[in-house]
Structures are given as structure tokens and as C-alpha cells.
């Protein structure tokens, strides 16, 4: 994410760089199966979002038939899921804020359903066996919501003048589709959204066709590598296209507001090339297609990383495009084991702006840093000073998983450990980090592991102490 309001991430001084349970059913399982199981936890006891994602199952797939109707506001949903019990399981937990559930058939079967809060419980007619692959189907309805975070920025559906919007991190995404929504259950999707003809309905991966009936239209998309669901999107409503190729014929998509076609139109023709150089940095790209998602200013508080193709509201900078470009490797291939390795995520794509300027004749990451640490690169004295009020592998609460410590004294963790190791070992730990993780998850002490192994003759346990872990300013730059 980066986030255009500087309440909550400072824009840097560069213009170059933009701104910038619940109970379930009360009778005991009369089932076969899973006898000796009891319910799947509720949450996954994330440090910050305790009830999201579900004990007990690991959802591989989601197939998602969706049809929304801007004018009225009205989402109808079948979403399916194919999942694998991870424990004995007399009852499971799937994540969903508001909708109506209309019904839940568990291998075809009618399963009795519970509601609380965000918990939608369900209890298979039959208990589940370890192991066992089961399909869950929900059928629901309704007025989808937005969700407001702790931080007070908006997700989950949004509407926007000519559609919607549906952004997920970090829970919003169970605002329109019930899943196990927390980034350590990473799955593949495919969606078949039905809207209004002249509408169109763009997301992540790659379209997989189109079809009008009447006055409807029908968008298939496909996710064949796994995605976190905070990083599904949905954009809704109309768009100029454009599909390319980047290096190697990757192709690359990306859906404009028309109002918005002209302003793009010299950052986006600079995707393959801004690709080209995150691949040479990062190494090979782990997705399958590449693009961007181009909203009216105002339509999202700020930009996100959504998987394959990012969400901008209004015409990015370059900065801002090579920002959520680099999270495509850090955060939505490397994916946070919870949501307290924010920083895995904000410090990377921060430093690969560092690292862009630099190679682009800009500013050095060295500059960058010691502007920083001066407190002359943020643009007011707030963030300078907010820069130091909490560690940036330790935010306070939820409201702070976005705070201007895990973006920039994050990437000045990077920075120090570049100033230990020299530039090509830092190269070549930032690929590794992105290759050995691929496509998987990792927290925080997995990375200074992984950087100890890296380089066993340094001691790092300064830089852990100090720039990672610290509070305040360390004392010498
Ligand atoms: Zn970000």
C-alpha cells in the first residue's frame, strides 16, 4: 500500500517520487466423519486482527460467481471453496462482514449456519476427517459494505461514480466474498462477474473471457498463482484497456477511468521498462501478467498492491507505480505470516523508490537515508518525527500496521544491512529473500535468519537491536 494522505505516510520531498464464535449451533455433532473434532478455531490469532482467517481448514481455491448492479447496489454471490481440513473439524469459521447468507452446502450437502459478527460458522451435516478435501458453497446477497480500519482508512467495497471498488487489505476483502481471510491462507481464484453491459468488471490474474446476454455482461478472470485475499480486487464500472507485453511477452493489462486516460497515459507506457528494472533488482517476476488498475483521485484513499495489477487513484508517479510494483515480489509473492510483518512488505517497496532514484540519477539510497535520519526528507516535522515513535518490526496496534515506521525506517533497516554486507551481496539477498520465499510466507524472524545465513562472518544483532526492533532514534546514523 501507500497511502495518499499524509495523515498516515508522508509524502517524500521528491516530486520525482509522487506523493506522495461464537457459539456454534447449539446441538452436538451427530455427524460420521471428524467425530473426535471439534470447531476450527475462529481467528488465527493474528498480534493485530485476532478473529481474521479461521482455524482448521486451508482453503486452496475459491471460485467466485458474482453480480453486482451499481445503481442499486445490490451484490448477489455463489462463492465456492475448495479446502483441506487441517485438524478433525465438527464445525469451520469463514470470514464475512455484512451480506445475507442464503444458504452454505458442504460437499453438496445442506449445512446448518451461524452468524456472529464477522464469524459465518458453519456445521457440515457430516464431521470432517484431517485431511479430508472438502467443497464449501455460500450463497448470499446484499448491499455490500465498507469497512473502516483501525487506522481509519476505507476498504472493502467502495462505491465509485460509475461502479465500485473492492479493496482488501488488511480485512476488507471479507466484505464481499466469506473466506478464510488472513494472509498465511494464500489460494488461487477464478470470478465470473456479471454487470450491466458498457460496465466492466476487472481483477486480478488474467481475463478468461467475456460474454453478454441481454443487457448483462459476463468477465471471467483467472489466479493461478496463490493470492492472499487481502489482495483480490475488484474494479467495477468503465475503463479504457489497453493489453501489452512486457520482457519475455509477459502481458500486461491495465484498465484506465477514461478521465484519467490522458494523465496515465506517459507512466503506464513506462510499466514494461519499470518491469524490465524490478526483475534485473528483484529477480524473475512471480505472476503470470503484470498491469495497472487507473481510478479517479478520490475513489480510494490511497494506491494498493493487488496482485498482478495495482489499484491507483488517479494517475500515479513513477515512484508510486515502482512502489507497488516491487510489492508484486515483496508482500504478494513473500506474503507477511501476519499482519505485524507489515514491514517485510512497506520497507521493501520503499526501498526499491530508493533504489530507482538512485539508479535513475536521482538521489542515492545513502542520500535518502541520511536525509531521513536528519529529519529533511519528510515533508512536514510530524512524520520526521512520528519516523522514530515505534519500532518498525513492532507497530503498537492495528492502527499503526501502515505508520511511517514501517515504510521508511523499514526500508532504512534494508539500508543498513546494504552498509554491511556491500552493494553485491545486498543484490543478491534482495533476490534470494524473494526466491526462497516464492509464492509463500514469512515473518520477521524468518528474514533476519535468512540474513544471518547469508552473511555468518557479520554481526547484525546491532542493526536488529537499534533500526528493527528499537525504540526511538538510535544514536549514530
Ligand atoms: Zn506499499
Known amino acids: 500500500m501507500r497511502p495518499h494522505r499524509p495523515r498516515r505516510s508522508p509524502r517524500s520531498r521528491s516530486s520525482a517520487v509522487g506523493l506522495v464464535l461464537l457459539t456454534v449451533a447449539a446441538t452436538a455433532c451427530g455427524g460420521r466423519g471428524g467425530d473426535d473434532g471439534g470447531p476450527g478455531a475462529s481467528g ?28 442499486a447496489h445490490r451484490l448477489t ?7 483441506r481440513a487441517t485438524q478433525d473439524l465438527s464445525a469451520f469459521n469463514l470470514d464475512l462482514v455484512g451480506m445475507d447468507v442464503e444458504q452454505v452446502t458442504v460437499d453438496g450437502a445442506a449445512a446448518r449456519r451461524h452468524r456472529a459478527g464477522q464469524e459465518l460458522t458453519v456445521r457440515p451435516r457430516d464431521g470432517l476427517d484431517r485431511g479430508a478435501r472438502f467443497r464449501v458453497t455460500v450463497r448470499y446477497s446484499g448491499a455490500p459494505v465498507t469497512v473502516t480500519d483501525p487506522d481509519g482508512s476505507e476498504e472493502g467495497w467502495l462505491r465509485t461514480a460509475d461502479g465500485a471498488l473492492a479493496l482488501g487489505q488488511p480485512t476488507g476483502s471479507m466484505a464481499w466474498f466469506p473466506g478464510n481471510h488472513h494472509p498465511s491462507d494464500k489460494a488461487t481464484y477464478t470470478l465470473a462477474v456479471t454487470v450491466p ?64 486516460a490522458e494523465a496515465s497515459r506517459a ?11 524490478a526483475e534485473r533488482t528483484f529477480g524473475p517476476y512471480p505472476f503470470s501478467s503484470a498491469g495497472a488498475i487507473v481510478e479517479r483521485p478520490g475513489d480510494a484513499g490511497y494506491a494498493l498492491e493487488t496482485q498482478n495489477r495495482p489499484v491507483f487513484p488517479g494517475a500515479p508517479g513513477t515512484g508510486l507505480m515502482v512502489h507497488e510494483i516491487a510489492h508484486q515480489w515483496y508482500g504478494n509473492s513473500v506474503t507477511p505470516r501476519t499482519w505485524r510483518d507489515m514491514w517485510l512488505n512497506e520497507g521493501f517497496a520503499t526501498y526499491a523508490e530508493w533504489l530507482w532514484e538512485e539508479d535513475h540519477g536521482g538521489d542515492t539510497a ?27 518490526a513492532r507497530p503498537p496496534d492495528a492502527a499503526h500496521i501502515s505508520g511511517v515506521p514501517v515504510y521508511q525506517r523499514g526500508a532504512m533497516v534494508l539500508h543498513k544491512i546494504r552498509q554491511t554486507v556491500g552493494d553485491s551481496a545486498f543484490s543478491a539477498l534482495l533476490r534470494g529473500w524473494a526466491r526462497d520465499h516464492r509464492h509463500g510466507n514469512a ?28 525504540e526511538g532514534k538510535p544514536e549514530r546514523p
Open 77 to 83: 454471490g455463489t462463492a465456492t471453496l475448495t479446502a
Open 197 to 260: 453491459k458498457g460496465l466492466r468488471a476487472v481483477s486480478n490474474g488474467e481475463p478468461a473471457g467475456e460474454e453478454t446476454k441481454g443487457n448483462r455482461t459476463t468477465h471471467r478472470w483467472r489466479t493461478t498463482e496463490p493470492m492472499a485475499s487481502s489482495l483480490a480486487t475488484l474494479a467495477i464500472g468503465r475503463y479504457t484497456v489497453d493489453r501489452g507485453t512486457a520482457a519475455g511477452g509477459l502481458p500486461v493489462y491495465t484498465a484506465v477511468d477514461p478521465e484519467q
Open 44 to 71: 488465527v490469532r493474528d498480534p493485530y486482527f485476532p478473529k481474521a482467517g479461521n482455524g482448521g481448514y486451508d482453503v486452496t481455491h475459491y471460485a467466485l460467481d458474482l453480480a453486482y448492479d451499481p445503481g
Open 366 to 392: 545513502q542520500q535518502t537515508f541520511d536525509a531521513l535520519y536528519a529529519g529533511t526528507y519528510l515533508r512536514d516535522a510530524e512524520a520526521n518525527e512520528a519516523l522514530w515513535s515505534f519500532p518498525p
Open 443 to 470: 515473518d520477521t524472524d524468518d528474514f533476519t535468519a535468512y540474513v544471518e545465513r547469508s552473511a555468518p562472518q557479520e554481526d547484525f544483532d546491532g542493526i536488529w537491536a537499534d533500526w528493527l526492533y528499537g
Open 267 to 277: 507512466v503506464l507506457a513506462r510499466l514494461p521498462e519499470v518491469m524490465a528494472w
